[in-house]
């Protein structure tokens, strides 16, 4: 099969950056299939804009704004999938190694309402500026910093840092 220069340079980009797309993408949804998923979207979509990106150099950006918006729609259609129920389920209780910080930083991520994940990972993963997190998520500035002020504060408690 006979292919263009730019499905080379594209499958070159998803080669090298993928990795590091998927990292953010798990991020962004907390689970490893779902950040699979929301990668192949986001990355769908750059190969369709492709020969309309014409700053290779914001690749990156352009590919994480996709998971973002991407992620956003989700959380708009998602229905209710959690019912009340008579019983509780069983806790599970889990030893963590001392030295496994980042695992307990994941679980405790994964933990957090979306809005307020995606909010903490946009600003300490991806180095955004408040407003910048805001205009992505539709949101205020103010309802930024306090989001993020309150899913900081969950964090410090899930890993046991204080109050």
Known sequence: MQ???????????????????????HQLTGHPLDAEDLLQNALTKTYLAW???EDRRALDGYVRRAMVNINISQWRRRKLEEYPSDQLPEVMTEQVACGDVHEQLERALAELPERMRAA????YYEDMTEP????????????????????????????????
């Not at 539709?138 to 046991?160: C, D, E, Q, W, Y």
Request: charge should be positive; proline fraction near 2%.
């Open 51 to 53: 020969d309309r990106i």
């Open 120 to 123: 903490i990972v946009l600003r």
């Open 132 to 163: 910048e997190i805001a205009r992505t998520l539709g949101i205020s500035v103010g309802t930024v910093k306090s989001t993020v002020s309150r899913g900081m504060a969950k964090l410090r408690v899930a890993l046991g840092l204080g109050k």
């Open 3 to 25: 292919t263009t220069g730019w499905e080379d340079e594209f499958r070159e980009y998803v080669r090298t950056r993928g990795p590091a797309l998927l990292r953010a993408a």
